[in-house]
């Protein structure tokens, strides 16, 4: 399964019809990340037929107030009664299943330390080839664990022969400016989707 929640749904999960350029970007960093990067997606291709099904999940309905974990991190007695029965809520989800992608990316050097590319690009590598990983990547929602493999050069990708308009879809969340959602227009041709560069026009913010 894979969920990559469109933003607009606010009460039960709805899923984009694929990896969104952010879950992407997750994945590689869970494989392999360095305060002096920054991973830019170039390209996604969709490998396998696009699928939907309705599933339920349980869910929490609050969250723990950041004042009172403050509270009980300095020995002070406090309610912290999220797991409690009433908390719980069961809802509906739409998600994907049987996905597979290819993503295609590109770091940049942002820091001015560490700043060997080819030495990034060796550890990377290295890593994806051995399955190792920082933790566990997820496709969406944590429950969907993701299972990668790096691509060498020269080996076969059979993407879906579809074009779909995706039209609006999640790009980025700019972290930086109050957690705004960064959105770009979405098309898939003969299974792939060209990302656009996130200082690009095509971006909106």
């Known amino acids: 399964y894979a969920c990559f929640t469109r ?11 694929v990896i969104t350029p952010s879950a992407a970007r997750a994945i590689l960093e869970a494989i392999y990340w360095k305060p002096s990067i920054r991973w830019v997606i170039d390209r996604i ?4 037929p696009i699928k939907f099904t309705n599933i339920r999940r349980n869910e929490l309905g609050s969250k723990i107030s950041v004042s009172k ?29 049987d996905v597979e992608y290819v993503i295609e990316a590109h770091f940049k050097v942002i820091g001015k330390e ?4 080819g030495k990034h690009t060796d ?27 790096l691509l060498e050069n ?23 400016n109050d957690m705004k959602p960064k959105l770009f227009k ?6 792939i989707i060209e990302v656009p560069a996130p200082e690009s026009e095509e971006v909106i913010r």
Not at 7 to 17: A, G, I, L, N, Q
Not at 114 to 117: E, K, L, W
């Open 7 to 17: 933003p607009e749904m606010k009460v039960e999960r709805v899923s984009y019809d």
């Open 45 to 48: 291709h969709v490998l396998k």
């Open 69 to 97: 974990v403050k509270q009980a991190m300095k020995g002070k007695r406090t309610e912290l009664s999220l797991f409690i029965e009433e908390c719980r809520q069961q809802r509906a989800a739409t998600v994907l299943k």
């Open 114 to 117: 560490d700043v060997d590319s």
């Open 123 to 149: 550890m990377f590598k290295r890593r994806a080839r051995k399955g190792q990983c920082f933790k566990q990547p997820y496709l969406g929602c944590r429950e969907f664990t993701a299972n990668f493999e």
């Open 154 to 176: 020269g080996m076969p990708i059979q993407e879906i022969q579809e074009d779909r308009d995706f039209d609006w879809m999640l790009y980025d969340i700019d972290f930086k």
């Open 186 to 191: 979405a098309k898939m041709c003969n299974g």
